[in-house]
Every structure is written in C-alpha cells, then in structure tokens.
C-alpha cells in the first residue's frame, strides 16, 4: 500500500473529526427528540438515520468506522478510556459502558483514535 501524502493524511483526520461531531450531534439531536411527542419523533428520527447512513458510507469507502460500545461490560484494554473511572474500585461491582462521549474510530490498520465513554455498575 503506498504511503499516503500529507494533504491525504490531514483529509483524512479533517474527515474523522467531522464524522466524530457529526456522532455526537446525531446522539444529542435523539436525545432532544426523544422528549417530543411520539407523533413528532419518527421524522426527525429518520433525517439523524439518513444523515449517519451518509457519513458511514463515507468513512466506509476509506475503510473507516465509527464504533461504540456502550451497554457492553467494561474490560481492562479497551480501546476507549473511562472519564470516570476514579468512582469505582476494581472488583466492587461489575462494571458496563454506561455512555460513550465520543465513538472508537477504527481504520483499515486498526485503532486510530480512541473513544470516551462513562462507565457504569449493575
């Protein structure tokens, strides 16, 4: 695979901190609707659908994706880091992914940034 050029390279970080806010403002925009009425919510549900399906395929074609794993358990060596990790003791409780801040984002070499996530204890 030839190495990619500078401005490749910066197109490429430009187009992941693009799509890591648009995730953010996609799960903000459902956060909102989800306080509307159950008649209201359907569309705007289905523009934020829209709107990620074109950001995925985006990402898709230069191998990239957006991942999250919230609800899953947490485990040690995860490709994302805890912002409240200090409010636990380890084997206290079992521990899950309670929210994810920002997704993993995952290229065709592995990681390329970490996510961020709020644990929580069943």
Same mark, same amino acid.
């Not at 074109?54 to 230069?62: M, S």
């Given at each position: 695979m030839e190495p990619m050029s500078d401005a490749s390279a910066k197109d490429s970080d430009d187009l992941v901190?693009?799509?890591?806010e648009a995730w953010k403002f996609i799960r903000l925009l459902q956060r909102a609707v989800s306080r509307l009425e159950p008649s209201e919510?359907?569309?705007?549900?289905?523009?934020?659908?829209?709107?990620?399906?074109?950001?995925?395929?985006?990402?898709?074609?230069?191998? @990239?994706?957006?991942?999250?794993?919230e609800g899953?358990?947490?485990?040690?060596?995860l490709a994302a880091t805890a912002l409240n990790s200090d409010e636990f003791v380890?084997?206290?409780?079992?521990?899950? @992914?309670?929210q994810?801040?920002?997704? @993993?984002v995952i290229g065709p070499e592995g990681v390329i940034k970490t996510g961020?996530?709020?644990l929580g204890a069943v």
């Open positions: 901190l693009v799509s890591i919510q359907a569309r705007y549900v289905s523009q934020a659908r829209f709107f990620q399906k074109k950001i995925d395929g985006v990402l898709e074609a230069r191998g @990239i994706r957006l991942e999250s794993i899953h358990p947490f485990e040690p060596g380890e084997g206290d409780r079992a521990l899950f @992914i309670a994810m801040i920002e997704p @993993i961020t996530f709020i």
